[in-house]
């Protein structure tokens, strides 16, 4: 199969949306989308932490959202695209799905289970053979991560400094008060 890099890169950036969307919700921002036969038919952001469900992962919700529209558990053909290198959970899932082909962008070395921390899609135990790329907007998919890790650390550090600011205060005026 040839795959068109440009067509890739128009799926990410639609990924790449929805992870922002997560970002704003406070969550890691990951997406993820769907694609049957040039169309989208599933989409994704990851919202573990709002919805109370550790299975709520970009990749997840995808999947789930295009099961639904073609009342099929099964997704023969279709692709898979997520800024971020999936789970195991999320191959798992995938494996499940009967996906075609996987395309992500940034690798995540520590939760990785395709190319980082394992990689899965090759395991004898996986009885379905799915393509994958990798890289696809890798930068732009990685960059959004490293940005919304900074704020949260900006963040905790302004509550941190105005927490200690007012237990300043107080003890201030306890002093004052003896
Ligand atoms: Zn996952």
């Known amino acids: 199969m040839v795959q068109d890099s440009s067509a890739d890169e128009r799926w990410m950036r639609r990924a ?17 989308i769907v694609v049957l036969d040039n169309k989208i038919i599933g989409e994704g952001a990851n919202g573990p932490i709002g919805q109370c469900d550790p299975t709520a ?5 995808a999947l789930r959202d295009a099961c639904e529209k073609q009342a099929n558990y099964r997704l023969p053909g279709a692709t898979l695209y997520v800024t971020i290198e999936p789970c195991t959970m999320c191959v798992g899932a995938m494996v499940h799905a009967r996906i075609s082909r996987l395309v992500f962008g940034a690798t995540e070395p520590k939760s990785g289970a395709v190319v980082s921390q394992n990689n899965l899609l090759a395991h004898p135990a996986m009885n379905t053979h799915i393509e994958f790329s ?34 300043l205060t107080t003890t201030t005026q306890t002093k004052r008060k003896n």
């Open 16 to 32: 790449l949306q929805l992870a922002e969307s997560s970002a704003a919700n406070n969550e890691v921002p990951v997406g993820a």
């Open 57 to 61: 992962h970009a990749e997840i919700q």
């Open 134 to 167: 990798d890289g696809v907007l890798a930068d732009e998919c990685s960059a959004i991560m490293t940005g919304f890790f900074a704020k949260r650390r900006d963040k905790k550090k302004a509550l941190k400094e105005a927490v200690n600011q007012a237990e």
